[in-house]
């Protein structure tokens, strides 16, 4: 099963066993120096997470504040059980594939962006989370500190 969401006028999906929790948009403390998809951490339950645009990552244009915006909590790749936010617009169903409805596309590995599928509205690219951030970002946060980290974004109207 895959949780969708949009970015532009992309479908895109996430497999519902990386899902921690869906969360509606919270406000964001920035981070000095994050790459520009780093949209900001917050606390969750007493732990700092940091948080990805996807809308930044995957079409380089920052996410739009929708009421259907919503914050993806999942288990950040790799040894650990820190979590990662991402920021995904247009959150607004799940759907349930079986193996053999994914389509090839002759790409050999396509990195992030994994596996196709289809259903009666289109395409669907089927995220693969160990693929969507560089090692490297993800070491950069290890060990987050709340602190001292600026002013907030707002929440969507």
């Known amino acids: 099963?895959?949780?969708?969401?949009?970015?532009a006028d992309e479908r895109f999906g996430i497999n519902v066993a990386e899902v921690v929790e869906v969360i509606p948009w919270v406000p964001l403390q920035r981070m000095p120096?994050?790459?520009?998809?780093?949209?900001?951490?917050?606390?969750?339950?007493?732990?700092?997470?940091?948080?990805?645009?996807?809308?930044?990552?995957?079409?380089?244009?920052?996410?739009?504040?929708l009421l259907s915006t919503r914050i993806v909590l999942v288990r950040r790749p790799g040894p650990g059980?820190?979590?990662?936010?991402?920021?995904?617009?247009?959150?607004?169903?799940?759907?349930?594939?079986?193996?053999?409805?994914?389509?090839?596309t002759g790409e050999g590995e396509s990195g992030f962006a994994g596996k196709l599928a289809m259903d009666e509205a289109?395409?669907?690219?089927?995220?693969?989370?160990?693929e969507l951030l560089p090692r490297e970002a993800l070491a950069r946060f290890s060990g987050l500190n709340l602190e001292g980290h600026g002013n907030t974004r707002g929440a969507p109207t």
């Open 33 to 65: 120096q994050a790459p520009a998809c780093v949209a900001g951490i917050f606390s969750y339950r007493g732990t700092a997470v940091p948080v990805v645009d996807l809308s930044c990552l995957l079409a380089e244009q920052p996410s739009t504040p």
């Open 1 to 7: 099963m895959y949780l969708l969401f949009a970015v």
């Open 81 to 104: 059980a820190a979590m990662l936010g991402l920021v995904a617009e247009r959150v607004t169903e799940t759907v349930k594939f079986k193996e053999g409805d994914f389509i090839a």
């Open 122 to 130: 289109g395409i669907i690219r089927c995220l693969d989370l160990s």
